[in-house]
């Protein structure tokens, strides 16, 4: 069975910190993971995909993931958070042509 | 990049009646819907999942006479709520994917469902 957590459902940063956004899965094959995002009232939009290629991916807006299969990680980070990078962020993870399985979200707040 | 277009963004409606929420994919077909369910902060929670000509796979728990899903082409998945009440007021998001398991989804923006 494929699941995904993601450690913390709130993180709030200062503007121009370090983002980083936790997401761990569990797999006994190798997954194809992703990171969306969701803005108030609005559905998901992708930031970025692992798909077996190189292992650090990067996305939109400044993001960037890293899979560790050794720590069956693939966290999410951006070097300087700007102020509308507040939103809601999920992890996914899905084996083959499986459905998709999200985390249960991490709300990021930016601090002026 | 692809684009998944839902409507209607926002219903207001009396208790009793139907309400059909369309899930259009605009530049790829969508051999693979889905349709999720979301409360207030909280995750998604994937109501039914249809593939193109095929009837929709509902998860445990979602009752199928409630929620009609049809997926009668590649680009156009339709949910029906029927005989809607209250507790059935929801943020409702569709999805979209191809055939290929490295594709992610695309999402709709989503449907707010307000039953009165």
């Known amino acids: 069975a494929q699941s995904v957590t993601q450690l913390g459902s709130h993180v709030s940063v200062s503007e121009g910190a370090l983002v980083l956004l936790r997401c761990n899965y569990s797999?006994?094959?190798?997954?194809?993971l992703f990171w969306y995002v969701q803005y108030p009232n609005q559905g998901l939009q992708l930031l970025l995909k692992y798909t077996s290629a190189a292992t650090l991916v990067k996305g939109i807006n400044g993001f960037e993931a890293e899979f560790k299969k050794s720590e069956t990680s693939f966290h999410l980070t951006k070097p300087s958070a700007h102020m509308s990078d507040a939103a809601e962020y999920f992890c996914a993870v899905r084996i083959n042509n499986n459905d998709m399985r999200f985390g249960a979200g991490t709300r990021l707040t930016v601090k002026p | 990049g692809a684009v998944v277009s839902q409507h209607p963004s926002w219903v207001i409606c009396k208790s009793g009646t139907s309400v059909k929420i369309e899930c259009r994919s605009l530049d790829f077909q969508a051999t693979t819907m889905f349709w999720y369910r979301q409360f207030p902060k909280q995750s998604l929670m994937l109501m039914a999942t249809?593939?193109?000509?095929?009837?929709?796979?509902?998860e445990q728990g979602v009752e199928k006479d409630k929620f009609l899903i049809n997926h009668a082409s590649l680009t156009l998945s339709t949910l029906t709520v029927t005989s809607a009440h209250p507790e059935d007021s929801s943020f409702y998001i569709c999805?979209?994917?191809?055939?290929?398991?490295?594709?992610?989804?695309?999402f709709g923006d989503g449907t707010r469902l307000s039953i009165l």
């Open positions: 249809s593939n193109e000509g095929s009837k929709a796979t509902y």
């Open positions: 999805s979209a994917r191809s055939s290929r398991g490295d594709q992610p989804q695309h």
């Open positions: 797999s006994s094959v190798p997954p194809y």
